[in-house]
């Protein structure tokens, strides 16, 4: 059995000593001067998760206020509708209430 140490190094577990270590493709491509170590990736992850949430908050801000905005247009137009309706209403009654005096009247006037 091989030990730990030399498992930490990188020595295959199977024993296959042809097989080479492989490094990472995408960072050994890179050139040096572009390579950032991983505190500095780390670093950067967490500033773009943070820009991430704060730009999502200002989404559901927006989504939030144009909703807001919808629902009091919405309330605004049924209270219009619903005004007109009772200024409808409200003639058509006042009409058949004036129908109803003016034959009231002519009943009076036959008498």
Known sequence: MKSNAEQAIGRRVSGKPWKYQKTATRRSQLQPSLRKG??????ERKE?????????????????????????????????????????????????????LQSRKRKAAKK
Not at 54 to 67: A, D, H, P, S, Y
Not at 69 to 77: G, I, S, Y
């Open 48 to 100: 773009k998760e943070i820009t991430k949430l704060l730009e999502q908050e200002l989404k559901n801000e927006v989504t939030l206020e144009k909703e807001r905005k919808r629902e009091a247009a919405l309330k605004r137009k049924q209270a219009l509708e619903e005004k007109e309706k009772q200024e409808k209403l409200a003639a058509i009654y006042s009409a058949k209430k004036l129908k109803r």
């Open 38 to 43: 991983w505190d500095e990736r780390l670093a």
